[in-house]
T-cell receptor, first 116, second 117 residues
C-alpha cells in the first residue's frame, strides 16, 4: 500500500529534551515536506526537501532541523523543544510532474506533540 | 507570495442537503493547481479533489464538485447529498506551476463543516 508513515503518533516531552519524529514514504517521491497545524492558522510549512541531501526552509523553520540522507526518509528533529512547539505535525510527500513541478501532497497520519 | 483565504470558519448542513464552501486565492501565476483536502476527526489529511488552472472544466469526484472561476480567483467546493461522514475540517490549498524547482503548497485556515442528522 502506498503511504507516508510517521512515528510516533503521540508524544509528550519536556522542554529541552531532544526528539526526532520519523517520516518514511514508499512511493519513490522526490519531494517531501513537514507542516505544523495549529488552531486558526491552518497548515504551515516547516521544511521541505526536493531530493536527497537537498533541503530548504519553509515558512516556520525556527527551532527545527531536518535531514534527507535517503530518498524515502525525512526525519524532523527538535534539538531543544519548547512549549510553543506544541502542535500537530504532518509529513507529506509529492510526486513530480517534471521540470521541478510537484503536485498534490500525500500526508502521513500526523504526530500530536506536547511539550511541557 | 500566494495567499489562500477561506472566509467561513464554520458551517453546518442538514444530512442529504447541499453545501458550498468558499475559497479565494491570490497569485500572479497563470498556471497552477488547486486542491481541497478533508480532515476528519481522525486527523488524517485526505485529498478530496484537484483542479488544474489551465483546464476550464470544473473537476468532479462523485458527490464533490468545484466551481472554479479563474478570473475571480475563486475555487469553491460543493458537497451534494451531504452525509454524516462528511463532517470534517476542509482545507483549500494552492500550488503554482512555476517549475524551476520552486514549490510551496499554501493552505487556507480551514472551514469546519458539521453535518446534522
Amino acid at each position: 500500500e502506498a503511504q507516508v508513515t510517521q512515528n510516533p503518533r503521540y508524544l509528550i516531552t519536556v522542554t529541552g529534551k531532544k526528539l526526532t519524529v520519523t517520516c518514511s514514504q514508499n512511493m519513490n517521491h522526490e519531494y517531501m515536506s513537514w507542516y505544523r497545524q495549529d488552531p486558526g492558522l491552518g497548515l504551515r510549512q516547516i521544511y521541505y526537501s526536493m531530493n536527497v541531501e537537498v533541503t530548504d526552509k519553509g515558512d516556520v523553520p525556527e527551532g527545527y532541523k531536518v535531514s534527507r540522507k535517503e530518498k524515502r526518509n525525512f526525519p524532523l528533529i527538535l534539538e531543544s523543544p519548547s512549549p510553543n512547539q506544541t502542535s500537530l505535525y504532518f509529513c507529506a510527500s509529492s510526486p513530480s510532474r517534471g521540470r521541478g513541478v510537484y503536485t498534490e501532497a500525500f500526508f502521513g497520519q500526523g504526530t500530536r506533540l506536547t511539550v511541557v | 507570495a500566494q495567499t489562500v483565504t477561506q472566509s467561513q470558519p464554520e458551517m453546518s448542513v442538514q444530512e442529504a442537503e447541499t453545501v458550498t464552501l468558499s475559497c479565494t486565492y491570490d497569485t500572479s501565476e497563470s498556471n497552477y493547481y488547486l486542491f481541497w483536502y478533508k480532515q476528519p476527526p481522525s486527523r488524517q489529511m485526505i485529498l478530496v479533489i484537484r483542479q488544474e488552472a489551465y483546464k476550464q472544466q470544473n473537476a468532479t469526484e462523485n458527490r464533490f464538485s468545484v466551481n472554479f472561476q479563474k478570473a475571480a480567483k475563486s475555487f469553491s467546493l460543493k458537497i451534494s447529498d451531504s452525509q454524516l461522514g462528511d463532517t470534517a475540517m476542509y482545507f483549500c490549498a494552492f500550488i503554482s506551476d512555476s517549475g524551476a524547482g520552486s514549490y510551496q503548497l499554501t493552505f487556507g485556515k480551514g472551514t469546519k463543516l458539521s453535518v446534522i442528522p
